[in-house]
């Protein structure tokens, strides 16, 4: 409908969409029907047309002038209704253009703050990566400074550990021959008590004290004394190489927690930020399973290897005097013991031609006991020698069985091979019956010294219990170096 002196105008149930202005508002209301919003709120109304006219007052004015101004407006629109309604429902150019420059403003107020924060976030990254990287290299520094450390340690745990296992094993090598030492004077006492008691058999005017017995009486009580003096550094090398294994136990103990220790470490100091098995583990920090200081941690290993070597230092002083009493017994001994040959010496020298002649024999059997030991050993070489060429015959013959069907033929290598193994086991079986003829020919020899040995001491009490009851015995004294516990 178009009424004359009016513009043409149209109401929608919906306000008209532009595609060149945004929406003032998002809310549901905005997109509502203008009619039902004024229907239902008729402040509003009045609302909109004041702002309208409102807005369209650009330029400042006097009083007077906006009163004409309104009443010349109110005048053109109130003979169009229509015109008012479509007025009241849009803006004005000049909140086109604040709306959009306030969006302008908004937009690059909100795109300057997310530039801002976009760069105090980027430069925040770099800060804490590079204080990270920092921190991480300074305890990677820290972990190789203590890997340092811990061989340093190490290798003087090791040091005085292989110093400590050289004292040891020299302590019980001295030890080892004050043993057989001791052991050692166990037969020359016996031999020196069974002599006193031999001698007691002589006859008549023979059953003298003589020089010989004298000897023999103070060679006992020497013997006693250095036995005495053994066993009391014996006693102190025992007690001496507990201690030293003690002082090894912790060495080694200290040695094996810094090998554990150092291989943590070692494989903590090669962690990256890419290695496999990084894992998290929650309040870690702030467990504390500490169990020492680094003052602590050092003192803790110098005072073992003080103590370790304040032990060597006296199991080296004890090797000493072990040393100097070895020599100084096996002297005594020595010297006591040629003492008392001497004297059974001077005591048989009277009645040497007479067993001159027993010895010759004695001698000749001997040595014909010798060579009949040397060809037993040669009758079991060669026996020996035989096993492996009837292990060859009998491999081959049984190597043979395996031959598949017409293959296995009585051919002329079986019929060698079977005459070769007889051939050894006659030759063996001959040989057997040499060594037990052998064997026996060194029994008898055996039988035939014993008897001359007994032909003696019945053909001369007295020479038989000095010479060959004594002086027997007493060939089997130890030597210089085994009273001093060489072998």
């Keep these: 409908m178009e009424l004359i002196g009016s513009t043409l105008t149209t109401n929608y149930a919906r306000p008209k969409t532009s595609h060149f202005l945004p929406a003032i508002s998002t809310m549901a209301s905005s997109y509502r029907n203008p009619q039902q919003v004024m229907a239902f709120n008729p402040a509003a109304n009045m609302w909109r047309a004041n702002s309208f006219y409102k807005t369209n007052s650009i330029v400042p004015s006097s009083p007077s002038m906006q009163h004409d101004g309104l009443d010349l407006v109110r005048a053109r629109t109130s003979f169009f209704p229509s015109n008012r309604a479509a007025m009241t429902n849009r803006y004005t150019p000049d909140d086109w253009y604040k709306s959009n420059q306030s969006h302008y403003w908004e937009s690059e107020s909100s795109r300057k703050s997310a530039e801002r924060l976009r760069k105090d976030t980027v430069r925040l990254i770099q800060d804490k990566d590079q204080l990270t ?9 820290n972990i190789s400074e203590r890997l340092n450390d811990i061989r340093f340690w190490k290798s003087e745990l090791s040091h005085e550990i ?22 050692e004077t166990q037969g020359p006492l016996q031999v020196a008590q069974e002599c006193l008691y031999h001698r007691e058999k002589r006859i008549s005017i023979d059953l003298v004290h003589d020089g010989v017995e004298k000897d023999l009486i103070k060679e006992i009580e020497v013997i006693k004394s250095c036995q005495e003096r053994m066993r009391l550094h014996l006693d102190r090398a025992t007690s001496q190489l507990a201690s030293n294994r003690a002082a090894q136990h912790e060495l080694e103990k200290d040695l094996s927690d810094k090998l554990t220790a150092q291989r943590i470490d070692d494989r903590c ?35 073992n290897i003080l103590r370790s070597q304040s032990d060597r230092a006296t199991s080296h002083k004890l090797r000493d005097e072990i040393e100097i009493l070895l020599n100084t017994t096996s002297n005594e001994m020595w010297n006591q013991f040629n003492n008392v040959n001497v004297a059974f010496t001077g005591r048989i020298s009277e009645t ?6 027993l010895q010759a024999h004695l001698a000749k059997t001997l040595q014909e006991i010798f060579q009949t030991e040397m060809l037993i050993e040669s009758l079991r070489k060669a026996i020996r020698d035989k096993e492996n060429p009837l292990k060859v015959a009998q491999t081959r013959l049984e190597e043979r069985t395996r031959r598949p069907n017409i293959e296995l033929c009585r051919d002329n290598p079986h019929h060698r091979l079977v005459t070769e193994v007889r051939e050894i086991e006659d030759t063996i079986q001959k040989l057997h019956e040499r060594l037990m003829e052998a064997e026996n020919t060194l029994q008898t020899l055996v039988k035939t010294k014993v008897n001359l040995e007994n032909d003696l001491s019945i053909k001369a009490n007295s020479l038989f219990l000095d010479q060959e009851k004594c002086m027997s015995m007493r060939k089997t004294f130890p030597s210089m170096p085994r009273l001093v516990g060489y072998t």
């Design 133 to 141: 990287r920092r921190t991480q290299e300074h305890t990677s520094k």
């Design 162 to 183: 292989d110093n400590m296992v050289t004292e040891i094993a020299a302590l019980t090598e001295v030890k080892r021959r004050l043993e057989r030492a001791l052991a």
């Design 269 to 303: 100091h090669h962690l990256r930020n890419t290695s496999d098995g990084i894992g998290y583990y929650r309040g870690i920090d702030r467990q504390d399973y500490s169990v020492s200081l680094p003052d602590s941690w050092s003192r803790f290993t110098d005072d």
């Design 352 to 357: 040497a031609d007479a067993k001159s002649s």
